[in-house]
């Protein structure tokens, strides 16, 4: 027998990882005599019959066992010599199924003594097992060295007593289910073979479902006498020579286990260890231990049971049933779901750890697109989830499909926070994909959120420390029709508090939910950016040399902006154009939420027009129907209701409610319109307008929407865009050129013609966004520099948006939402537009004097008039009410 060095696989003939598979089933010719093993008689002892359990238990499992025995012809493998099968693990199943195997292929029977005078074994038995290692115990105990299975033991002491003695040892491997494939029933498939520790009923389940489709793998055998004359040259002790053997030999099974059902991705069993074990997490767990005055092995417990909670524990029958039941409900509840782009990704993605970032607007986003990559032959990612979804029974659904759980808050937790982002890294190490949504939370506006950097950075901390495989962040945007959370959002979005997941409540809603259409899904690809292109524009100081783990690199900071922001960028250069979303922008621009059906269908033309000759970019994908079938669409789905009439049917928002989630998808694609609602609202209170004011004012403007809505443009990317809008409105006669001296000058229709209620329903949808804007800059000049704090100008804003859809008409929620004029606020301190004094309170130059004067402009006499009512008194009023607000937040 070959040397076995103490890192290599099992040797088998020609130096091969595994037996050889025959070309041709025929037997094959037999070994020269020279090198064929002189025959051996077989004591009496072997004609012993299997024991009478043995012979009633194969009867019992002969039904339910069909076995496909590789190679074809396994006793051309052994010689005469005794015999002793080693299996990966024990358990009676796998003895009955291997003596059925060495039945069925003229082999000694495993349940049998060995025809040896004297049985080594002394179990009345010839195999043995390895033990394998327990999953949850990821330290042995005190006082425990058994690392070996005791029978392979004492039969390789037996051989060191006995120079007569030569036992081959047979390795074989069992598949009970191996990997499924897609005919097989979702039930089958959830017990199928995989990586997992699984208990004997669990066991005795995947043979009644799955014997029939059993695989018996028999090796070449390994030689105990060569094995051990060679322990005895080298020196090796007998506690060396059983665990060299039994690490050889579990490398073997590990290989074979892997080609026949793939990689183990059990994270959880495979990850924790090397958590507890690396170093950040070792210095964490002694200051813990530190801060408690406790042990280390109380903090080692503590940081233990935090790598449980986080982990995944990915599990492939799981994903597989998953799959088949998500196929189902797709069906059921969906018109379809539409994916492009995602060969552009393929092309993309190979060589590189993938960490996909989709936009966040419903509990089905990681659903959706953990079942459309495995359907497509890409392996799910390991998805970042909220603790709140650890539900009995759904929770652990959710981490065997590759969910990872992360708490809300690592503030005041240090030895979390250490163990959580060492997990990450360990997983951007291993290149396993992914995903999390760097939104923090499901969107209830339907906006995209502004994002929170925490998991980009530990992505890019994880990267610059073990600089082993390139990283790819893939945008995806997904788009909805129907959100199964609508009346929850709608709920919040009138005040209500955030009603906490239970699994309860999931149950209660499901039929409901069976029972509704919620319209077509649309997962679209966006264009990948590759960290490497990141940090060479941003951190150009770094050489590709691995960071400490104690440094934080000055550049760190930018990078993780900067790349949040495209990420959120990209997103939205992929959007969806649906047919709810069209109706959306329509229908909310009057007071009624209704509109004739023939100026719905010219709306809808309009906006369809706008989308085909001034792209956004080449990943926005927009509905192929034509303006009636999306007003029938509509109304299948219950957005809208048709009211008959002789002078003309009338389209309507189904409903009051409807008309507030309709904002909600209105609020997906505004970004697409930016220009030209601009445009249109600079001719709502005015009827002319020079092109160089309008396009002066939106330059100035444009900053603040490209934080707020993530544009792509520079300004004079976008005045251009502007340029080529206006000359688009020209062309469908929304404005006329009276003047061309100095630019020209710009006018709208007089009276209420076609075009002007044309032009006033395109400009609605970011109306108000501009009107807020406004709002802030009139309300802090009417105060007067060194007058308001930040927080006191937020709740003037919010209160005067507040008044001003109390008394004039229905605003969006959105409207008067206080992290948005924040937002504004933050970067007008960012232009250097205002900045704080010694006491705090804003202070601004003539400069904003100009902007004051400019919000006539936009802002109609109502809202004028609702500013003037926003005294200092009003001011010292909202102040007691500041630091109530800026405690609340949304989850």
């Keep these: 027998m070959p040397t076995m060095p103490e890192q290599e696989p099992l040797p088998f003939p020609d130096g091969q990882a595994s037996p050889p598979a025959p070309a041709n089933p025929q037997p094959t010719a037999p070994a020269p005599a020279a090198s064929t093993p002189e025959p051996m008689v077989r004591a009496p002892v072997r004609a012993a019959r299997r024991p009478w359990w043995a012979r009633f238990m194969g009867w019992l499992a002969d039904p339910w066992l069909g076995l496909g025995i590789e190679p074809q012809a396994p006793m051309e493998l052994i010689d005469s010599r005794p015999v002793c099968y080693v299996l990966e693990d024990y358990g009676l199943s796998n003895a009955l199924i291997l003596d059925r195997a060495c039945r069925d292929a003229g082999l000694p029977s495993p349940l049998v003594p060995m025809p040896l005078p004297n049985d080594p074994l002394g179990r009345k038995r010839s195999y043995v097992a390895l033990s394998r290692r327990n999953a949850n115990s990821l330290i042995p105990e005190k006082g425990s060295t058994k690392s070996h299975s005791g029978s392979l033991a004492r039969l390789l002491q037996a051989h060191r007593s006995n120079p007569q003695l030569d036992v081959q040892l047979v390795p074989v491997s069992i598949f009970v289910g191996r990997a499924p494939d897609k005919a097989s029933g979702w039930f089958s498939v959830l017990f199928s073979e995989n990586w997992a520790i699984v208990g004997r009923f669990r066991r005795l389940l995947a043979v009644l479902l799955n014997g029939r489709s059993t695989i018996v ?146 509990h089905m986003d990681y659903l959706l697109l953990s079942y459309l990559l495995y359907e497509r032959g890409i392996v799910p990612p390991h998805i970042a989830a909220g603790v709140n979804l650890n539900l009995p029974v759904v929770g652990t659904l959710l981490r065997k499909g590759g969910a990872f759980y992360i708490r809300r808050s690592f503030r005041g937790n240090p030895l979390y926070s250490a163990v959580f982002t060492e997990y990450v890294s360990q997983l951007v190490a291993g290149g396993y994909s992914i995903e999390y949504f760097i939104e923090g939370g499901r969107s209830r506006t339907g906006r995209l959120l502004q994002p929170k950097g925490g998991m980009i950075s530990m992505t890019v901390r994880a990267f610059v420390r073990q600089p082993k495989k390139p990283v790819l962040f893939q945008p995806v945007y997904i788009g909805y029709e129907k959100l199964l959370e609508g009346k929850s959002y709608l709920h919040e979005l009138s005040g209500r508090p955030k009603e906490e997941e239970s699994i309860w409540g999931l149950l209660w809603s499901l039929p409901k939910i069976l029972r509704q259409n919620f319209g077509q899904v649309v997962v679209n690809f966006g264009e990948p950016i590759a960290l490497s292109e990141t940090l060479a524009e941003h951190a150009p100081e770094w050489d590709g040399a691995p960071v400490g783990e104690d440094e934080k690199p000055a550049w760190l900071s ?24 069209l109706l959306a922008l329509a229908l909310l621009s009057t007071p009624k939420h209704a509109m004739s059906e023939a100026d719905l269908v010219a709306q809808i033309e309009l906006c369809k027009t706008v989308l085909a000759e001034l792209p956004y970019s080449d990943r926005v994908t927009v509905t192929p129907h034509s303006p009636d079938r999306i007003i029938a669409h509509g109304e299948e789905i219950n957005a809208l209701v048709r009211v008959k009439h002789p002078l003309g049917d009338v389209l309507k928002v189904y409903d009051d409610d409807t008309a507030v989630l309709m904002s909600y998808y209105r609020n997906n694609v505004l970004h697409l319109f930016t220009a030209s609602a601009w445009i249109a609202c600079c001719f709502q209170n005015n009827r002319r307008m ?177 500013i003037e009512r926003v005294s200092p008194e009003a001011a010292e009023a909202a102040t007691s009410d500041v630091t109530a607000a800026e405690k609340s937040t949304v989850d």
């Excluded at 009107?771 to 009417?782: D, F, Q």
Aim: hydrophobic share 40%; proline share 5%; glycine share 4%.
């Design 690 to 866: 020079s092109r160089s004011g309008v396009l002066r004012l939106g330059r100035g403007l444009y900053p603040f929407l490209q934080t707020e809505l993530f544009l792509p443009w520079t300004e004079d990317e976008f005045v251009q865009r502007m340029e080529r809008t206006i000359d688009l409105f020209l062309r469908e006669g929304l404005l006329q050129l009276v003047n061309e001296d100095d630019g020209g000058i710009l006018a709208r229709s007089a009276g209420q013609s076609d075009e002007v209620f044309r032009l006033r329903a395109i400009g609605h949808s970011l109306q108000q966004a501009f009107e807020r804007y406004y709002i802030a800059i009139s309300v802090l000049v009417k105060n007067g520099p060194g007058k308001l704090g930040a927080a006191e100008l937020e709740s003037l804003c919010q209160q005067a948006a507040q008044r001003l859809s109390l008394l004039y008409a229905p605003a969006a929620p959105e409207f008067f939402d206080r992290t948005l004029f924040r937002g504004f606020i933050q970067k007008m301190r960012e232009m250097k537009l205002v900045w704080p004094d010694e006491n705090s309170k804003l202070v601004f130059d003539e400069r904003l004097d100009a902007w004051a004067k400019d919000a006539k402009a936009i802002l109609g006499r109502e809202l004028r008039h609702t």
């Design 558 to 581: 930018t990078t993780v902006d900067a790349l949040s922001n495209q990420i959120q960028v990209n997103i939205n250069r992929a959007a969806d154009v649906n047919p709810i979303n």
């Design 217 to 362: 793998r028999f090796a070449p055998p390994v030689s105990l006498r060569s094995t051990v004359d060679e322990a005895v040259r080298d020196g090796l002790d007998p506690e060396r020579t059983v665990r060299k053997l039994s690490r050889v030999l579990r490398t073997h099974f590990h290989r074979i286990r892997e080609a026949i059902i793939g990689p183990d991705l059990s994270t959880r069993r495979l990850l924790v260890d090397q958590v507890l074990a690396s170093e950040p997490v070792r210095q964490a767990i002694a200051e813990q231990a530190k801060r408690d005055k406790s042990k280390p092995e109380d903090a080692w417990k503590k940081a233990h049971a935090y790598a449980w909670e986080i982990a995944a524990d990915y599990s492939n029958p799981v994903v597989r049933s998953a799959s088949f039941l998500l196929s189902h409900v797709w069906n059921k509840i969906y018109d379809g779901v539409l994916v492009h782009h995602l060969d552009k990704f393929k092309e993309a993605a190979p060589g590189h750890e993938v960490v996909y970032v989709p936009s966040h607007r419903s």
